[in-house]
């Protein structure tokens, strides 16, 4: 038996936020960015997860050289705090020039402007210190599907893949797969499609997944078999864990609150699947409630991390000898009601009540 694992907790800066929403401003006062590393470490957390321009802002308007250093000296800030970039995401929905999508644009000077930015960010990961980049695909794909040639899409992701893979003799590729939001037909919605690109790629061993629990959730999808099946083929790069409570606009909501057995099964595919061993970080990409006051708001992290930790304690004492009984007796009622006592009832409790 492997000794337990001892996860360690990441976070991206934008999880901190101000409260605003398609349909109403800021709500909370901002907090400086740089204030944001201090907290890390106070909330249980060590991974820093970046968009290119949270390690180099405005890195559009400066030189590839430019941008390297200032990178360097966020990597230096990063390891005197004693925090760690766990990857860079080129932020491709924002510009003007990813206004139809970055990669899939059906401009030339966009693609052009997609894969210059994704160099800058391979070159930013570097410089700050991580192995990998996370493609959120956010606008590659169409509000109307006559809008652009799928087949050719999917082509044109292929190849900016093994463009980056050659770029860089070391990096890795996270594919995080999103089914919808901001553009309503995404490309690339799910774990099988992110792998399937992985396989056709020219170097498999580096192309991987991220799996966030509420885009899966949006695909109509198991959270946890999205994972188990990365972990089958060894791509589960990193996790956004979170919840979404049905098929809505993306709701970041804390890991467990809206499904806590869903939580509970993604905890035990990652517990099962070895997940961390290999320093792989727990992300939590959890957005606070607009309705909380205050400044920086950082309860949803510890809510989410605790929730996170209970969880293991519960997939730790789940009796794996007597799941396997009732799995030989195929008697899944039984399983069933234990899975959920379980769940509902501590220890202690658990032996005193006796229906
Ligand atoms: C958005 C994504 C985003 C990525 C990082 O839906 O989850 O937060 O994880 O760009
Ligand atoms: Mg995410």
Not at 108 to 125: F, K, M, N, P
Request: with cysteine; proline share 6%; glycine share 8%.
């Amino acid at each position: 038996m492997p000794s337990p694992t001892v996860y360690r907790f990441s976070f991206g800066p934008w999880n901190i936020s101000e409260g605003a929403d398609p349909f109403g401003p800021n709500v909370r006062a901002m907090y400086p960015h740089e204030g944001k590393f201090a907290l890390y470490q106070p909330l249980g957390f060590d991974g820093v997860q970046f968009h290119d321009d949270d390690v180099v802002p405005g890195l559009d308007r400066l030189s590839p050289q430019q941008i390297v250093t200032k990178a360097q000296a966020v990597g230096q800030m990063l390891r005197n705090q004693g925090l760690e970039p766990e990857f860079v995401a080129p932020r491709l929905w924002f510009a003007e020039q990813t206004i139809d999508g970055g990669y899939t644009s059906n401009s030339e000077g966009d693609r052009r402007y997609a894969w210059e930015r994704t160099q800058r960010s391979v070159d930013i990961a570097r410089a700050v210190g991580c192995k990998a980049i996370v493609l959120w695909l956010a606008r590659e794909g169409s509000y109307i599907r006559e809008a652009k040639s799928a087949m050719l899409a999917y082509e044109r992701l292929l190849a900016v893949v093994n463009q980056t893979l050659a770029y860089d003799p070391e990096i890795q590729i996270w594919i995080e797969p999103k089914p919808n939001e901001p553009t309503d037909m995404a490309y690339v919605p799910t774990a099988g499609h992110a792998i399937a690109l992985a396989y056709a790629s020219q170097d498999p061993r580096r192309v991987k997944a991220l799996i966030e629990s509420a885009h899966a959730l949006l695909a109509n999808l198991d959270p946890s078999d999205e994972m188990a099946f990365c972990l089958a083929h060894d791509k589960l790069g990193s996790v956004h864990l979170n919840d979404q409570n049905g098929l809505k606009y993306d709701q970041d909501k804390n890991f467990g609150t809206a499904n806590l057995r869903g939580a509970f099964n993604q905890v035990l595919v990652l517990e099962d699947g070895g997940y961390g061993r290999r320093g792989e970080f727990v992300g939590l990409d959890v957005k606070a409630m607009r309705t909380q006051r205050g400044a920086p708001v950082v309860e949803h992290l510890k809510s989410s991390r605790k929730l996170f930790l209970h969880l293991v304690e519960k997939a730790r004492s789940y009796d794996r000898k007597r799941v396997e009984e009732y799995r030989r007796q195929r008697d899944y009622e039984a399983l069933e009601l234990y899975t959920m006592e379980h769940l509902l009832l501590g220890g202690n409790y658990a032996r005193a009540y006796t229906p």
